[in-house]
Every structure is written in structure tokens, then in C-alpha cells.
């Protein structure tokens, strides 16, 4: 019987193994993943990949473990699905006074479960357009309504025929006589269905990243990631991060506008109005998987505005951001103003559950929505257990985790700032906010060294450096998804000094050699 080398991932696997990153962990603590050396002896390393976000208490938090146990212990049920789950509703609780805290007279939030980040992006996308069909199908039932009223008129003689003809579309023209308003009504219907046929707009950021399924795929803007898969979905429009004056001209040219006729003073009259055709815009407050770009401060405040004049729901997705990691329960909070939907995953399951959570402003929410989507695992006994579990450390001792990650993230950032002040022609920049720290590498396409040059013309010198920390330091990182000339650093909460040191010490070592240009310990560490 063949035996392959692996039967997961088998490509990805010999790609790791190049760079001596396929290692097999065997356990993890903390800030800390263990693995067996050659006698059977733990090897700790310092793990900063930290589950690409997703243990902003660290691994196996020792309370989460506990309530995992006792969870265990007591048989609690997981699977429970059509039942009552009051943790479920205590979650949406907490995360409500939460949200309030953050954004004070804010109304409540609905929320559905998901398994995973990209699931949380796809309930939102689903119920996006929901909302948006049942907003077109209320509008037409009003506009129908509208018509019938203006022809009951005109025949019964209470009301005179149009004669502006501003808001008609060209080729249409102005009735003479009642059989001829009834066809002007059925041109208006024709053109209001036509604009029913049409697809949604979607917006989202260029550089932003929300999850690799087939729907949220395709608000996430890396070509490699998106392209493959686009005749599966909808096409997202990407408007640049730092151009408001793109999203208002974009929001201008696919306004659509129906046509209604009101009947004012004895007067029939054709007139326009705002057609449902923008089902979102998703956003991160910071692109993490993008390279960790922090937006710039007033694109939220503006892009809000032109959202709200557009009728355009704002998705913010906090699932790598969320759940205290930028020095807040939220990145949003940084900028004041309440999502009409927000997102969160990964550190929600405090380092050893799978769940994530969209929510939706309670007056946008559809409750038909609640018998039109479901998961066999969302919403189980225990991932909302932990999810509960999770939420009450992080606010625990009025926010302490947050204040943690502020002053963490701070001297993370100040030593390895430290260290581009000395190397400039290595690092080119420092950047992100709390502990969602990128580190971005200049290129060095011209280097000495053909190893290094042609490792970094292939886009894969950060793989080369990753598995030299990993070996030489015991320092685990990876680069962001979509530009791989950035290293993220992800720890968690308890990342001691020692060990920020012990980062420092690998950079900087990295740096050096890189400089002079000689990848020997790249390949022989
Ligand atoms: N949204 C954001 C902002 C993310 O960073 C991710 C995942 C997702 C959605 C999808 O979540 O992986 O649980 O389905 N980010 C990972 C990263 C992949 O590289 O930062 P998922």
C-alpha cells in the first residue's frame, strides 16, 4: 500500500519543509508551542503567529481550560440544536453592554453564530441581501400601491394627468388621456423591474482580506485569493482606502432610481426614488491578512456618511481585530461610530473553540432570517460556553486585557522600532496598533547573495527568514497573507519582556545578515 508523505496539504507541507517551518507541535502554552527534539525532549518556541489572531489570551488559557474541564465533567450538551441556549443569549447580552460601552446610545445588536471568520462574512453577506430584496419588495409594494391610487384618480377625475416630464426616462412620454397614463404606469413598472434584475453593489477596501469561502471570497481583494473563484459569485466593487472622493463617485455612478407617481393637490406627478441597490460595505479597521494597514482616522467617519446617503449597510469586520487585540474591545471604538453590522471570530473562542458572531442592528434585522440559515455546529452548547467564558476574562478587572494589549503592543513596537532605526535599509517600516504588529522587509532584489535575491524576486525571502528565527531564535512568525514582504506579530496578552527581547534579538540578527548579504546561516541554522 503506497504511503504518502502527507495526505493534508501535501504541496503546502514540502513548501514549509524547504524552509524547515513543517514542525510538529506537540504542545502549547501561552505565548509558548512546544515540539520533541531528536532525544524526546520539549523544545519551547515563542510563538507570535499566535493562530493568526486568534489567542489574544494564549494558547490553552489556563481558565478557559478549566471551564473546558468542568465542561466535560458535567456532561454539558453541545450539540442542542433547535432548542433554547440561553449562554448563546448571554453572549449576545455581554457583547451588547459591550457595544453600548463602546458607542453609548447605541441601539441593541441581533446576533447569528457561526464555525469560522469567513462564515461570520457570509451571514452577513446572506442577510445583507435579504434585507435588501425585502427593502426593493417593500418599495414596490408602496409604489404599486402609489399607482393604483394616481389611475383611481385620473379616471374619477380628482386628480389632473403628469405634465412634467423631468423624471421620465428618455423615449418616455407624457399621457393625453387616462388610457394612456395606464400605459405610462405599466412603462414605470417595466422600468422599476428592470432595476430589480440587476445585481447588487458590494463594496469593500482594495488590501482588505474576509475569509476564503466562496461568498466572501469575492470581497476579498488579493487577485490570487479572489480570481480563481469569481464566476462562483457576485463582482465586488474595491474602492482605495485613502480616496473618499472614489467611493462618493462610485456611489453616484451605480445610484439606481425608480420612478413613482404621487398624486399632491389634485396633481399627478412622476417622481424618483432611491432604489435598494447597494447591499454593503465590508471593511476592516485594520487590513491584517493585507500587510497590517491601519486605516487612516477620518476614512471611517467619511465613509459612514457616504454609506448612510447611499443607504448602504457598513460591515465592519472585527474577526482579527475584535475581542481587545488593538487596545480595545474593538479597533471601531478607536473611531466612534457603531457598525450596522459588526463581526468577530478567532479569539472568540478563547484559544481552543471554533465560533464567530455576526451582529446586526436590531432595527435592520430580518427575523425571517432565523428559519433561513443555519450550521449544524453554530451555536453549539459548548463553543458558546467558551465564547462566554472568553468575553467575561476579557472584561475582567475593567478591562485589564485591553490595557495589557495597549502597553504590550507599545514596547513590542518600540524595540522593534529600535531596531529599523539601526537597520533602514533593511526593515522599511514598523506598523499597526496594540498587539497586530507588522514588520515590513525592503526587498532585496539586488542583493549580493543569489539565494537571497532570488528568494525575495520569488516573493518567498520572508518564508527564508521565518525559518531561520524558527531555528536560530525559536521565534515563530509568518508573513501576512497578501504581502509577503510583512512579518505579523500576533502574540498574546501575557508576552512577557524576555520574550519581546527574544524577538528583538532574532530581528535584529535577521537584519545583519541580510545587510552583508551572505544567506549562509539562513540555510544552514
Ligand atoms: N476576516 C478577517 C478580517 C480575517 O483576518 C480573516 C482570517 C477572516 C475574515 C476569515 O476568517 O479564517 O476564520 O475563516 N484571517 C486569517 C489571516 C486567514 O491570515 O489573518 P477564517
Same mark, same amino acid.
Given at each position: 500500500?503506497?504511503?504518502?508523505?502527507?495526505?493534508?496539504?501535501?504541496?503546502?507541507?514540502?513548501?514549509?519543509?524547504?524552509?524547515?517551518?513543517?514542525?510538529?507541535?506537540?504542545?502549547?502554552?501561552? +505565548?509558548?508551542?512546544?515540539?520533541?527534539?531528536?532525544?524526546?525532549?520539549?523544545?519551547?518556541?515563542?510563538? !507570535?503567529?499566535?493562530?493568526?489572531?486568534?489567542?489574544? $489570551?494564549?494558547?490553552?488559557?489556563?481558565?478557559?481550560?478549566?471551564?473546558?474541564?468542568?465542561?466535560?465533567?458535567?456532561?454539558?450538551?453541545?450539540?442542542?440544536? !433547535?432548542?433554547?441556549?440561553?449562554?448563546?443569549?448571554?453572549?449576545?447580552?455581554?457583547?451588547?453592554?459591550?457595544?453600548?460601552?463602546?458607542?453609548?446610545?447605541?441601539?441593541?445588536?441581533?446576533?447569528?453564530? /457561526? +464555525?469560522? /471568520?469567513? @462564515?461570520?462574512?457570509?451571514?452577513?453577506?446572506?442577510?445583507?441581501?435579504?434585507?435588501? $430584496?425585502?427593502?426593493v419588495?417593500?418599495?414596490?409594494?408602496?409604489?404599486?400601491?402609489?399607482?393604483?391610487?394616481?389611475?383611481?384618480?385620473?379616471?374619477?377625475?380628482?386628480?389632473?394627468?403628469?405634465?412634467?416630464?423631468?423624471?421620465?426616462?428618455?423615449?418616455?412620454?407624457?399621457?393625453?388621456?387616462?388610457?394612456?397614463?395606464?400605459?405610462?404606469?405599466?412603462?414605470?413598472?417595466?422600468h422599476n423591474a428592470a432595476l430589480a434584475a440587476q445585481?447588487?453593489?458590494?463594496?469593500?477596501?482594495?488590501?482588505?482580506?474576509?475569509?476564503?469561502?466562496?461568498?466572501?471570497?469575492?470581497?476579498?481583494?488579493?487577485?490570487?485569493?479572489?480570481?480563481?473563484?469569481?464566476?462562483?459569485?457576485?463582482?465586488?466593487?474595491?474602492?482605495?482606502?485613502?480616496?473618499?472622493?472614489?467611493?462618493?463617485?462610485?456611489?453616484?455612478?451605480?445610484?439606481a432610481t425608480a420612478l413613482?407617481?404621487?398624486?399632491?393637490? /389634485?396633481?399627478?406627478?412622476?417622481?424618483?426614488?432611491?432604489f435598494p441597490v447597494?447591499?454593503?460595505?465590508?471593511?476592516?479597521?485594520?487590513?491584517?491578512?493585507?500587510?497590517?494597514?491601519?486605516?487612516?482616522?477620518?476614512?471611517?467617519?467619511?465613509?459612514?456618511?457616504?454609506? @448612510?446617503?447611499?443607504?448602504?449597510?457598513?460591515?465592519?469586520?472585527?474577526?482579527?481585530?475584535?475581542?481587545?487585540?488593538?487596545?480595545?474591545?474593538?479597533?471601531?471604538?478607536?473611531?466612534?461610530?457603531?457598525?450596522?453590522?459588526?463581526?468577530?471570530?478567532?479569539?472568540?473562542?478563547?484559544?481552543?473553540?471554533?465560533?464567530?458572531?455576526?451582529?446586526?442592528?436590531?432595527?435592520?434585522?430580518?427575523?425571517?432570517?432565523?428559519?433561513?440559515?443555519?450550521?449544524?455546529?453554530?451555536?453549539?452548547?459548548?463553543?458558546?460556553?467558551?465564547?462566554?467564558?472568553?468575553?467575561?476574562?476579557?472584561?475582567?478587572?475593567?478591562?485589564?486585557?485591553?490595557?495589557?494589549?495597549?502597553?504590550?503592543?507599545?514596547?513590542?513596537?518600540?524595540?522593534?522600532?529600535?531596531?529599523?532605526?539601526?537597520?533602514?535599509?533593511?526593515?522599511?517600516?514598523?506598523?499597526?496598533?496594540?498587539?497586530?504588529?507588522?514588520?515590513?522587509?525592503?526587498?532585496?532584489?539586488?542583493?549580493?547573495?543569489?539565494?537571497?535575491?532570488?528568494?525575495?524576486?520569488?516573493?518567498?525571502?520572508?518564508?527564508?527568514?521565518?525559518?531561520?528565527?524558527?531555528?536560530?531564535?525559536?521565534?515563530?512568525?509568518?508573513?501576512?497573507?497578501?504581502? !509577503?514582504?510583512?512579518?505579523?506579530?500576533?502574540?498574546?496578552?501575557?508576552?512577557?519582556?524576555?520574550?519581546?527581547?527574544? !524577538?528583538?534579538?532574532?530581528?535584529?540578527?535577521?537584519?545583519?545578515?541580510?545587510?552583508? /548579504?551572505?544567506?549562509?546561516?539562513?540555510?544552514?541554522?
Open positions: 500500500m503506497p504511503q504518502a508523505a502527507h495526505y493534508a496539504e501535501s504541496h503546502l507541507m514540502d513548501l514549509l519543509a524547504s524552509f524547515g517551518m513543517d514542525v510538529p507541535y506537540v504542545r502549547a502554552e501561552r +505565548n509558548t508551542l512546544f515540539y520533541r527534539d531528536g532525544d524526546g525532549a520539549e523544545v519551547p518556541v515563542l510563538d !507570535l503567529v499566535g493562530g493568526f489572531g486568534s489567542l489574544i $489570551l494564549g494558547h490553552n488559557p489556563p481558565e478557559i481550560r478549566a471551564r473546558v474541564q468542568e465542561l466535560l465533567d458535567t456532561q454539558a450538551p453541545v450539540h442542542i440544536q !433547535l432548542s433554547r441556549n440561553d449562554t448563546a443569549d448571554q453572549v449576545g447580552q455581554l457583547l451588547n453592554k459591550i457595544i453600548q460601552r463602546e458607542f453609548p446610545d447605541t441601539e441593541d445588536y441581533r446576533i447569528v453564530y /457561526g +464555525n469560522s /471568520g469567513a @462564515e461570520a462574512v457570509e451571514i452577513a453577506l446572506k442577510h445583507a441581501e435579504l434585507d435588501r $430584496l425585502m427593502r419588495s417593500e418599495l414596490f409594494q408602496a409604489l404599486d400601491w402609489n399607482a393604483s391610487q394616481a389611475l383611481a384618480a385620473v379616471k374619477d377625475g380628482r386628480a389632473t394627468l403628469p405634465d412634467d416630464p423631468s423624471a421620465l426616462p428618455d423615449g418616455i412620454q407624457l399621457p393625453t388621456d387616462a388610457v394612456e397614463f395606464e400605459r405610462l404606469l405599466g412603462e414605470l413598472t417595466a445585481s447588487p453593489v458590494y463594496f469593500a477596501l482594495e488590501g482588505g482580506f474576509h475569509g476564503k469561502l466562496v461568498g466572501s471570497v469575492q470581497v476579498s481583494h488579493s487577485p490570487a485569493v479572489r480570481v480563481p473563484f469569481a464566476a462562483l459569485g457576485f463582482e465586488a466593487v474595491f474602492v482605495p482606502p485613502n480616496r473618499l472622493d472614489v467611493l462618493q463617485h462610485l456611489v453616484d455612478e451605480k445610484r413613482d407617481v404621487t398624486v399632491t393637490d /389634485g396633481r399627478v406627478r412622476v417622481v424618483t426614488r432611491d447597494f447591499g454593503g460595505f465590508l471593511l476592516e479597521p485594520v487590513q491584517g491578512e493585507g500587510g497590517i494597514h491601519v486605516l487612516p482616522e477620518d476614512l471611517l467617519s467619511g465613509l459612514k456618511l457616504i454609506c @448612510e446617503g447611499a443607504g448602504c449597510p457598513v460591515v465592519v469586520d472585527e474577526i482579527q481585530t475584535g475581542m481587545g487585540r488593538t487596545g480595545a474591545f474593538l479597533a471601531a471604538s478607536h473611531h466612534g461610530f457603531p457598525p450596522d453590522y459588526l463581526l468577530l471570530g478567532k479569539s472568540l473562542g478563547g484559544g481552543v473553540a471554533k465560533v464567530s458572531a455576526t451582529l446586526i442592528r436590531s432595527s435592520r434585522y430580518r427575523p425571517v432570517f432565523d428559519l433561513m440559515h443555519s450550521s449544524t455546529f453554530a451555536k453549539d452548547g459548548f463553543s458558546t460556553e467558551i465564547a462566554l467564558s472568553t468575553l467575561r476574562l476579557l472584561e475582567a478587572d475593567d478591562g485589564r486585557v485591553y490595557r495589557l494589549a495597549r502597553e504590550r503592543g507599545a514596547r513590542i513596537t518600540d524595540a522593534l522600532r529600535g531596531v529599523a532605526a539601526d537597520f533602514p535599509d533593511v526593515l522599511r517600516e514598523i506598523r499597526g496598533t496594540g498587539l497586530l504588529i507588522g514588520v515590513e522587509f525592503a526587498p532585496r532584489n539586488d542583493s549580493p547573495s543569489t539565494t537571497i535575491r532570488e528568494k525575495s524576486r520569488g516573493g518567498l525571502l520572508s518564508f527564508l527568514s521565518a525559518g531561520y528565527l524558527l531555528r536560530a531564535h525559536g521565534v515563530r512568525v509568518v508573513p501576512t497573507g497578501s504581502d !509577503l514582504n510583512v512579518l505579523r506579530i500576533e502574540p498574546s496578552v501575557h508576552i512577557s519582556d524576555q520574550e519581546i527581547a527574544q !524577538l528583538e534579538a532574532g530581528v535584529r540578527d535577521l537584519c545583519l545578515i541580510l545587510r552583508n /548579504g551572505d544567506a549562509r546561516p539562513l540555510i544552514e541554522a
